[in-house]
């Protein structure tokens, strides 16, 4: 399985590539738990409104961990 990381926004999502399906985690801002939300899939696959940006994973790593500790939940 590969996977993607993109910042939707503010949200930060992980896209989890397998043979014959994709997967689309969010970061819960309350709970500071990637949870599956389609919602990302059109923004990330069509970027209607510009909003996206793809990133390593050590980037993106990097940009939770600032926002968790933003949200008080680490």
């Known amino acids: 399985m590969e996977k993607k ?3 939707c926004g503010l949200r930060p999502v992980i896209v989890e590539i397998h043979k014959d399906y994709r997967d689309y985690l969010a970061l819960n801002m309350e709970t ?3 949870e599956e939300n389609l919602r ?3 923004q990330i696959n069509f970027d209607p ?3 996206v940006e793809e990133k390593k994973e050590s980037e993106f790593n990097s940009y939770v ?3 968790k500790k ?3 939940l680490i």
């Open 40 to 42: 990302y899939s059109h």
């Open 32 to 34: 500071g738990v990637f």
């Open 65 to 67: 961990e600032k926002l």
């Open 5 to 7: 990381f993109y910042i």
């Open 49 to 51: 409104n510009g909003d």
């Open 70 to 72: 933003e949200k008080g």
